[in-house]
């Protein structure tokens, strides 16, 4: 993994080239590693991004040993690990207010992780306190990621920070 400067060298973002599956899901057993109880994190990205691989990688960083898949049919799934993880793949969803019907506000305010992919989907749902992740594909090296990390709100600054000297220790 290569960990570049963001434009504007803004403290709120940071920036990693991951370059196969495995790298990614390393990236996220890191971040997973310094999650606490009522993270929320939003992660965006193209059909086929890795946005499912970066997110088995946070679980396991979070010790759970339930094996990672989308929840594309049933919208929600709830892992066991050191803090409970509650994973959202708002995929199918139609329309934003469908995410009324679920009791989101449990699970983003609650006692887990929770992990949101299509978080655009619901952003007028989402809270302003959060880290958004986006994840492009590289298109000229089809396993190449650039994932951008986006702090929003004190807790996720320190997020970043601790992730960011994790990644300059570990390159």
Request: hydrophobic letters at 35%; charged letters at 30%.
């Amino acid at each position: 993994m290569k960990s570049i400067l963001s434009e504007k060298y803004n403290n709120n973002i940071y920036t990693v080239i991951t370059n196969n599956p495995e790298e990614t899901i390393e990236l996220g057993k890191k971040l997973g590693n310094i999650l606490n109880k009522g993270d929320l994190i939003a992660v965006n990205g193209e059909l086929g991004t890795g946005k499912t691989c970066l997110i088995k990688g946070i679980a396991i960083g979070l010790e759970s040993r339930e094996e990672v898949t989308s929840p594309s049919f049933s919208i929600i799934k709830e892992y066991s690990a050191k803090i409970p993880i509650f994973h959202f793949d708002l995929y199918r969803l139609n329309r934003s207010e469908e995410i009324e019907g679920l009791g989101y506000e449990e699970y983003f305010y609650g006692e887990g992780v929770t992990l949101i992919e299509w978080p655009d989907k619901i952003k007028n749902y989402l809270p302003e306190k959060l880290l958004l992740i986006n994840i492009f594909m590289d298109y000229d090296n089809l396993f190449s990621r650039k994932i951008t990390f986006e702090a929003k709100g004190e807790r996720y600054k320190k997020i970043l920070e601790v992730l960011k000297s994790i990644e300059y220790i570990r390159n």
